[in-house]
């Protein structure tokens, strides 16, 4: 079953179940996955890659933190809840998201296959950082910890 036949489940779900707010999300997730499959329509194919449908949810979800993050500086938390509640539907069609500490492993293998020493070196790490984590981490939490271990 293809994503966005999943998604279109769960939109009669939440419809069933007058689940206002995860009915509203799932369907924000359909059109950006409709959209994107319109504007990248290769011949070929009537349905995007599994990589494309990831890079769209990861999108969402990036989008959906940097608006909590946003709503919190101006003091409305209200929209910062809503937000969340959107955050958590997103992330469960992403996979799961590797741990603080699983992430620093992977970048420390990462470091010592490029021979990075410093932070001038961040560019030759973050390329296969961001490569190999992808859809796994998000791409801040990723940057912050290249900036720390070539700092120290």
Not at 58 to 85: F, M, V
Not at 98 to 116: K, P, R, T
Not at 119 to 145: N, S
């Amino acid at each position: 079953m293809s994503l966005i036949d999943r998604i279109g489940e769960e939109i009669k779900s939440a419809m069933k179940a007058k689940d206002k707010v995860r009915l509203e999300t799932v369907r924000s997730i359909k059109k950006v996955l409709l959209e994107k499959q319109t504007s990248v329509r290769d011949p070929e194919s009537k349905e995007l890659s599994e990589a494309e449908e990831l890079e769209v949810l990861s999108q969402l979800a990036k989008q959906r933190r940097d608006s909590i993050e946003q709503y919190r500086s101006a003091g409305r938390e209200d929209l910062a809840q809503k937000e969340e509640q959107e955050l958590v539907i997103i992330e469960e069609y992403l996979p799961r998201q590797l741990s603080d500490a699983e992430i620093e492993s992977a970048i420390a293998q990462i470091i010592a296959q490029v021979g990075a020493t410093s932070p001038k070196d961040m560019g030759k790490v973050m390329g296969p950082a961001m490569q190999q984590l992808k859809g796994k981490a998000d791409g801040k939490k990723v940057q912050d910890i290249v900036k720390a271990k070539l700092s120290g």
